[in-house]
């Protein structure tokens, strides 16, 4: 198992930012990727970004790129979003994941791909 922590959520105004980490505990050996998602009131949960834990892979939702940055650090096994020029409606509680075995690489915006979820964070972004 693998366990997810996240932090560095809370309340900014529009056009500040914000930066979030996940780190990771437990069986992190078996980490093929790592990524985050959003849920605002009332939506669904939604693609935000994921990283590779071998190659460094990353990709993004069309929603914040450019603005948004993910990373990782293997010798922490902790991974941070990097969020700058913040919008209301970046408004949510975000999600750390963890693909395991099951991570195909392909469907990385597919909330199946990923076996561990972090508690989550709130982030709220006032105009």
């Known amino acids: 198992q693998v366990q997810l922590v996240e932090s560095g959520g809370g309340l900014v105004q529009a056009g500040e930012s914000l930066r979030l980490s996940c780190a990771a505990s437990?069986?992190?050996?078996?980490?093929?990727?790592m990524g985050w998602f959003r849920q605002a009131p009332g939506k669904e949960q939604e693609f935000i970004a994921a990283?590779?834990?071998?190659?460094?892979?990353?990709y993004y939702a069309d929603s914040v790129k450019g603005r948004f940055t993910i990373s990782r650090d293997n010798a922490k096994n902790t991974v941070y979003l990097q969020m700058n020029s913040l919008k209301p409606e970046d408004t949510a509680v975000y999600y750390c994941?963890?693909?395991?075995?099951?991570?195909?690489?392909?469907?990385?915006?597919?909330?199946?791909?990923?076996?561990?979820w972090g508690q989550g964070t709130q982030v709220t972004v006032s105009s």
């Open positions: 437990g069986r992190t050996f078996s980490l093929e990727a």
């Open positions: 994941t963890g693909g395991g075995g099951g991570y195909s690489g392909t469907y990385y915006y597919v909330t199946e791909e990923y076996d561990y």
């Open positions: 990283v590779s834990w071998s190659g460094g892979s990353t």
